[in-house]
């Protein structure tokens, strides 16, 4: 069973917005401790790694989302996505790990860009 669950996919037009969340799955998750990451996977290509926030709330993006999109924490960590492009289509997940060496998936969230 997932720890973490991703939510708020959906459908959205090319330049319109959309925001994604990861939680717990079951029980309340402390992202506080842990740098916590979205993913993304298109129908026929390798997962890509999109943005990152560590425990002291450090950011890091991928080169082709810098800019439009922002990942931030609080009680969840969230991927605040604009100016969407049909090239973001993708299964989004989150992924947690701390410097103890645990480390989690969620299931994934679908977002479509398409007119």
């Known amino acids: 069973q997932a720890r973490l669950m991703e939510s708020g996919g959906g459908l959205v037009q090319p330049g319109g917005s959309l925001r994604v969340a990861c939680a717990g799955a079951?029980?309340?998750?402390?992202?506080?401790?842990?740098?916590t990451s979205w993913y993304r996977q298109a129908i026929g290509k390798q997962r890509e790694w999109v943005a990152s926030?560590?425990?002291?709330g450090g950011t890091t993006y991928a080169a082709s989302v810098t800019g439009r999109f922002t990942i931030s924490r609080e009680n969840a960590v969230y991927l605040q996505m604009n100016d969407l492009k049909p090239e973001d289509t993708a299964v989004y997940s989150c992924?947690?790990?701390?410097?103890?060496?645990?480390?989690?998936w969620g299931q994934g969230t679908q977002v479509t860009v398409s007119s």
């Open positions: 926030i560590t425990p002291g």
């Open positions: 992924y947690a790990e701390n410097t103890a060496g645990s480390s989690y």
């Open positions: 079951a029980s309340p998750f402390y992202f506080n401790s842990y740098t």
